[in-house]
Each structure stands twice: as structure tokens, then as C-alpha cells.
């Protein structure tokens, strides 16, 4: 394999050099913890990053080139995020081995990330053998969820799922708009809005505006950028 470099993708290592090591492409936006991952992972016997990329787009790119044996991706990224560019890598590649790396471990960020199709996801402070003991466990075909993330997955699983409608209304209100501005935006009526609230806030188990967008932020449902 010839080594590339360029403002965001680096490929690196002969084929020789790498044939007995687990393949690892990372992905993610922020040079320094891009770098840092990348240094966790070569570090580690029997593992070799080949290639990075710095968003979704990028990943599903240099994807198709190296087909490397693991990805690790983050989730929130500019111009496409972790969960499109995993759900577009596995669709055309089904045997993709994608693991979540991230900072955060909101239940909806890793109910979108599981249903995308990762087989793990971890968070970027858990120590590195557990990091390192998740990337050999996917690579020998496993997948893996460790404690604390599939807690929140049960937590999300007993609470009550919003429909479409009422995920909009939502994040109509994380931007601060009014009723009305809701009601002309969705085109429905001020009482449809409103019963949508109702519902919600039964759902979420609030008791008003404020607390569904605290509870909604917290948990992943709609995110502030």
C-alpha cells in the first residue's frame, strides 16, 4: 500500500507491514483527538491505524479505498456525522466492522449509532484495554456493548418514543420558537401544536416547555448544534 498524505487523510504502512495487525481506520473532526486516538491504537500490539479521515464523507472515501478491518468513528462531526457515514458504509459493505468512539453517552446517540449499524460504542475517556479488548472483540466478529452503555439503552427502551411530529415540535422549541411560529413552520393549527406538547411532555415526563428541552438535550433527542 503507498502512503498518502494530504490535509486529512493519511494511509500509511506496507502491506507487510500490517498483515498480521488489525486494520483501523479513525474518524473523527478534531486533529488533536484524532492524533491522540491514533497513537492509543498504535500502541497497542496487533493493531495499526491505516488510514484517518476527518468527517462521515471523508470515511466513506477512504473507506472504499483501504477497507480496513475496524473503523472507529466518532458521532458528531461536521458535514456528515458518525451515524450517516456508518449507516452508508454498511449498506454497501455489510461486513463493515464499525465501532462508536465518542464523548458522549446519551441513549439516543447510541440507539441511532446501534441502528446505523455499529457494533460497539465506546466513549473516548473508558481506559484503553477496555478500547483495545472492544476492538479485538468486533474484529474476531463479537459484538459488544459495554456496561454503562447498554444501561442507557435500557433506560431509553422504558421510556415512551416520540413520533415524527412530535421530535419536530421538539426541536422547534430547543430553537425558542413560539407556538405560533411552530404552528405556521409545520402548517397545523395552534391546538394541533398544542396537543403535540401534551403528548410529549407525557412522554418525556415533564410538566412544561423547559424541562423538555433540558430532558430532551440530555438524553440525545435533539442536539443544540
Sequence with gaps: MKSREDGNTRLSGEG???????????VDDHPSMRMGIIALIDSQPGMKVIAEAADG????????????DIVLMDLRMHNMGGAEAILSICRKFPEAKV?????YDLDEDI??????????????????EEIAGTIRSVFRGEDVLPRQVAERLEERSRRRQLTEREREVLECLIRGRSNKE?????????????????ALFAKLGVRDRTE????????????LD
Design 16 to 26: 507487510t507491514e500490517v498483515a498480521d495487525s488489525i486494520r483501523v481506520l479513525v
Design 57 to 68: 464523507e471523508e470515511a466513506i472515501e477512504v473507506y472504499e479505498d483501504v477497507k480496513p
Design 99 to 103: 465501532i462508536v468512539l465518542s464523548t
Design 111 to 128: 440507539h441511532r449509532a446501534i441502528q446505523s449499524g455499529a457494533k460497539s460504542y465506546l466513549l473516548k475517556d473508558m481506559p484503553v
Design 182 to 198: 411552530i404552528a405556521r413552520s409545520m402548517c397545523v393549527s395552534d391546538e394541533t401544536v398544542k396537543s403535540h406538547f401534551k
Design 212 to 223: 423538555a428541552a433540558i430532558t430532551a438535550i440530555r438524553h440525545g433527542i435533539v442536539h
